[in-house]
């Protein structure tokens, strides 16, 4: 039986459900908003747990999913103490991750991560490193002046999240954060803001992004008409995506980065530069594949399904 634990409006793994179906493979679903209630499990060498009137044996997981979704439990209350709230949230996150180690005790192929760890960018940047990747002159400070561009050697560089991206409503409009080029101001001391994360501009010929699946790799290329340094601000009719075949140096290189992390699932996104660079920018891996999938006859859907299916357990 294969578990998979994601969201609501995931429309990647309906279409894995569907080959899962096609495969007359059992499977449970858990969204975000299922949340857990009445449960007990006794820790011992054949546990078991028993949540929503139901019992699940671990041993009879052969496949766990991480598709951006976990084990949830309510703990939200308008009344509550928020140091209590948090103290429970903590509480419950232990409880979740031995779960997952349950999994993996019980030999389950667990596919995916729940390690925020793992999805730190600046960790990662400093991983792609070690792993012989080039990486774009970055700078993480809280005011800019002109020892800025001393750093950087040029007067507009990019400024981007050290983490996530902002999506909320402002002044009643919806808005979201990008990458963005900005100025250097020509003066000793500069405004103090909130620190942020600074990369010098790559003078990028296309975008590539790899998906990978255990240690298979596939990649696209993304070429755009548009100036915008973040491609996902781009209209899709001003770009062009094609199948991209990785050279074979950078290869070994992308799959020393995913084994150091150890990740088996993800979406590593490279600027290919005007002198023929990859710079990484940055992996996620919780990122999306459908596009790829279909533009490029990769059936990447098809790929997780035979994965969770068929691959060998530990």
């Known amino acids: 039986m294969i578990l998979i634990l994601t969201e609501q409006k995931e429309d990647s793994v309906n279409k894995v459900i569907d080959w899962l179906i096609y495969y007359n493979f059992e499977f449970i679903r ?31 997981i052969s496949s766990v999913w991480l598709r951006k979704g976990a084990f949830n439990y309510q703990i939200s209350n308008s009344n509550a103490n928020q140091s209590i709230t948090s103290y429970l949230f903590n509480e419950w996150n232990s409880f979740s991750n031995y779960l997952m180690e349950e999994f993996k005790f019980h030999g389950s192929l667990v596919l995916g991560t729940s390690n925020d760890l793992k999805y730190n960018k600046l960790i990662n940047l400093k991983v792609a490193l070690n792993a012989g990747l080039l990486i774009p002159q970055t700078l993480i400070t809280d005011y800019l002046n002109h020892g800025t561009t001393k750093f950087f050697k040029e ?5 981007k999240a050290i983490q996530d991206v902002f999506t909320g409503k402002l002044f009643n409009k919806n808005v979201g954060t990008y990458a963005e080029s900005i100025k250097i101001p020509d003066t000793k001391t500069g405004d103090i803001f909130f620190p942020t994360c600074l990369q010098s501009i790559i003078r990028k010929k296309m975008d590539v992004r790899v998906f990978f699946l255990n240690f298979s790799l596939f990649a696209f290329a993304i070429f755009s008409s548009s100036e915008n340094l973040d ?78 299916c068929f691959q060998k357990r530990n």
């Open 155 to 159: 007067n507009s560089i990019v400024s």
């Open 30 to 60: 858990f969204n975000e908003s299922d949340f857990i209630s009445k449960f007990e499990m006794e820790i011992n060498l054949n546990s078991t747990i028993k949540f929503n009137l139901k019992e699940l044996k671990f041993s009879e």
């Open 231 to 308: 491609y996902r601000k781009d209209d899709k009719n001003s770009q062009r995506i094609v199948p991209f075949k990785l050279p074979k140096n950078l290869i070994i290189k992308i799959i020393k980065f995913i084994r150091n992390l150890d990740l088996n699932c993800g979406s590593i996104d490279f600027i290919y530069s005007t002198d023929g660079k990859f710079f990484f920018l940055e992996v996620n891996p919780d990122g999306q594949f459908g596009r790829l999938s279909y533009e490029c006859n990769y059936y990447l859907e098809k790929e997780i399904a035979d994965y969770l």
